[in-house]
């Protein structure tokens, strides 16, 4: 039987080795607000979800989006690290390399925006002239209340407080 010849032995090493480190590969992306943390797999497979305290504040659909482009972010990381692997086994630049890389679909990785800023409180600046302070809103006018009815036989006080004496 022949001796594998030493170059087949080492790429049969590194395949191993890869083998082995792609078991373990996962990828971490955390929002810029710290709100939303995903982990996912090799395949992009989300694995693990944590939620920050900015989470309780956000609206559903912020949070949903959030989710969604850091679990993108982190995809985007594990292919990367797919293609590190694998580059030493199959070659930098060789078909195989091109061909996996074109397995890997390119994710969307859209640019994380900012949370909107709590609205600011507006003071008056005693320094600007130009726009005087705005007039309180004004109260509703009160119902004028019925002259009492020199018919009415329930007026037990006759028209006087029922505090005073007549």
């Known amino acids: 039987m022949n001796a594998l010849s ?3 032995a080492e790429i049969r090493q590194r395949a191993a080795e890869a083998q082995e480190r792609l078991k373990h590969v996962s990828a971490t992306a955390t929002s810029r607000d710290g709100a939303v943390t995903a982990t996912v797999n090799t395949a992009g497979a989300l694995q693990e ?3 920050g305290s900015r989470a309780d504040e956000m609206p559903r659909t912020a949070l949903a989006a959030a989710v ?3 679990a993108r972010r982190a995809q985007a990381q594990a292919a990367q ?4 692997i694998m580059a030493p086994v199959i070659g930098e630049n060789s078909d195989a390399m091109k061909f996996l890389e074109e397995q890997i679909p390119e994710p969307e990785v ?4 900012a949370p909107p800023a709590p609205p600011q409180p ?7 002239d130009s726009a005087p302070p705005a007039a309180p809103p004004s109260r509703p006018a009160r119902p004028a209340r ?3 009815d020199p018919t009415d036989d329930d007026d037990y006080y006759g028209g006087g407080s029922f505090l ?3």
Do not use: S, V, W, Y
């Open 81 to 84: 690290q797919l293609t590190a």
């Open 122 to 128: 507006q003071f008056f600046d005693a320094q600007d």
């Open 146 to 148: 019925p002259a009492p």
């Open 110 to 113: 859209p640019e994380e925006t």
């Open 49 to 51: 979800l944590q939620f």
């Open 164 to 166: 005073g004496r007549n």
């Open 6 to 8: 030493p170059e087949i």
């Open 68 to 70: 969604l482009a850091t």
